[in-house]
């Protein structure tokens, strides 16, 4: 069964602090990975997508890797800014047709001052 | 720049009755997706559309219907509403579903009494 299951399901650190997401998953064939953060009442929004071949990428403080041989993935959160509070959902998407997307559930950070 | 814009966004339905949910996009995108979230679980998929007038069930479909009648707009049906689909919907779109950036919505909030 394709799933993708994300740790810790929260999260809560000092602003200024680091902080890294895990993302593992048992999708098949593989495409890509993407993580997203939402805002609370908010869309999510992506933040990286990384293919087979590539196994980091950055977007700013945030940047994601990739071990394609593991099937895990991380987000690793550098300086937080309170700004950062949200949801981050790792998605995993088959080779395929239109809904080959698998989403996680979530880790829901907080920055705290 | 509008991107995905769904209305309404905040609606109160009492059981039976019937409602329609409108996305719109104007990137030109094929792929256009109505997901559901839930507390605790990750996004669902309840239909799709791989272009302008074709529907595909999804992970989710039941007591829903959609019509792609435009490419840029993807309308979700609520034909009878019951409490179970209480929840929060999202569209998205996307230029290709291996490469392309996934944009959402901003969401709806349904609530069923």
């Known amino acids: 069964k394709n799933q993708v299951e994300q740790s810790p399901q929260s999260l809560i650190i000092l602003e200024g602090k680091n902080c890294t997401l895990q993302c593992n998953y048992t999708v098949s064939p593989f495409s890509n990975l993407r993580w997203y953060k939402q805002d609370t009442g908010r869309g999510p929004v992506s933040l990286t997508i990384m293919t087979f071949s590539e196994n980091t990428k950055s977007n700013g403080r945030y940047t994601a890797t990739l071990d394609a041989d593991t099937k895990q993935s991380s987000l690793h959160i550098t300086a937080s800014q309170l700004s950062d509070s949200a949801s981050y959902i790792c998605v995993v998407s088959r080779t395929g047709g239109g809904n080959k997307l698998t989403f996680g559930t979530g880790t829901q950070l907080k920055v705290e001052l | 720049n509008a991107g995905v814009t769904q209305t309404p966004k905040f609606r109160v339905l009492k059981t039976g009755q019937s409602m329609t949910l409108l996305c719109a996009q104007d990137?030109?995108?094929?792929?256009m997706y109505w997901y559901r979230q839930d507390p605790g679980m990750g996004l669902r998929l309840i239909h799709y559309?791989?272009?302008?007038?074709?529907?595909a069930k999804g992970e989710v479909p039941d007591g829903y219907n959609v019509s792609r009648l435009k490419k840029q707009n993807f309308l979700l049906g609520l034909e009878s509403a019951a409490p179970s689909q209480t929840s929060v919907y999202f569209c998205?779109?996307?230029?290709?579903?291996?490469?392309?950036?996934?944009?959402f919505g901003e969401g709806s909030r349904l609530t069923v009494l």
């Open positions: 990137m030109n995108h094929e792929y």
């Open positions: 998205a779109s996307t230029s290709g579903v291996n490469t392309g950036e996934l944009f």
């Open positions: 559309s791989v272009g302008e007038g074709t529907t």
